[in-house]
């Protein structure tokens, strides 16, 4: 069966990095785009980044461009996102989640799969 | 960016009444929308794709309409399961962006 599980959430300083990690398991993880949502304690929840199958094609939410990266490593069905220069405002659960589609916009689905969450907490 | 107002924020019903859920785009998405139900302490779950089609699992009480920018998610006759978070979302150009919510509660 499909799995994505989240790992590498803490508590860190503002300014400072986190990496998460996501590993997939039960599908060809090399086949799909993969995303990172997020949602802040209490609020909706929020697009953060994506991945092409092939990691050629990343896109990012405004509010982490040049903060934070995308990554993956198909050899080892694992997903990253590493957080740079980390601010109050990036404290939330962080979500990886499937796309079924091959190109990701415009795209007819949703996310079918998604994992647990990792909370992030930025503060001092 | 696309912005995607959901209504109402909240709606209090009874187990066995009808749910309508409004989600209205700033500009045309055609059918690229998607439905999400959340509930306390998990993941999103994918109900509804391509604006009207029902994911894999997901029961026939569940039904989405609409394109363009103004979409609807009507739940036929809820059940207690159903009280939760649902929220839209676009992929119809970057940022993909989703809906504020709408909380779904037990009157």
């Known amino acids: 069966q499909v799995q994505l599980v989240e790992s590498g959430g803490g508590v860190v300083q503002p300014g400072r990095s986190l990496r998460l990690s996501c590993a997939a398991s039960?599908?060809?993880?090399?086949?799909?785009?993969m995303h990172w949502v997020r949602q802040a304690p209490g609020k909706g929840l929020e697009w953060v980044t994506v991945?092409?199958?092939?990691?050629?094609?990343?896109y990012y939410a405004d509010s982490v461009k040049g903060r934070f990266t995308i990554s993956r490593d198909n050899s080892k069905n694992t997903l990253y996102l590493q957080m740079n220069s980390l601010r109050a405002e990036d404290t939330a659960v962080y979500y990886c989640?499937?796309?079924?589609?091959?190109?990701?916009?415009?795209?007819?689905?949703?996310?079918?799969?998604w994992g647990q969450g990792t909370l992030v907490t930025v503060s001092s | 960016e696309i912005v995607l107002a959901q209504s109402p924020a909240t709606l209090s019903l009874s187990p066995g009444e009808r749910a309508t859920l409004s989600c209205r785009a700033s500009?045309?998405?055609?059918?690229?929308l998607a439905w999400y139900q959340q509930k306390p302490g998990q993941a999103p779950r994918l109900l509804i794709y391509?604006?009207?089609n029902r994911a894999t699992g997901i029961p026939a009480r569940f039904s989405g309409s609409g394109s363009g920018t103004d979409f609807t998610l009507t739940i036929s006759s809820l059940e207690p399961e159903d009280f939760a978070v649902y929220y839209c979302?676009?992929?119809?150009?970057?940022?993909?962006?989703f809906g504020q919510g709408t909380k779904v509660e037990i009157k």
């Open positions: 391509d604006a009207s």
């Open positions: 989640a499937r796309d079924p589609n091959i190109v990701v916009v415009p795209a007819a689905s949703g996310y079918d799969y």
């Open positions: 991945i092409s199958y092939d990691g050629s094609n990343k």
């Open positions: 500009q045309s998405v055609g059918s690229y």
């Open positions: 979302q676009q992929r119809s150009d970057w940022p993909l962006t």
């Open positions: 039960g599908f060809t993880f090399s086949s799909y785009a």
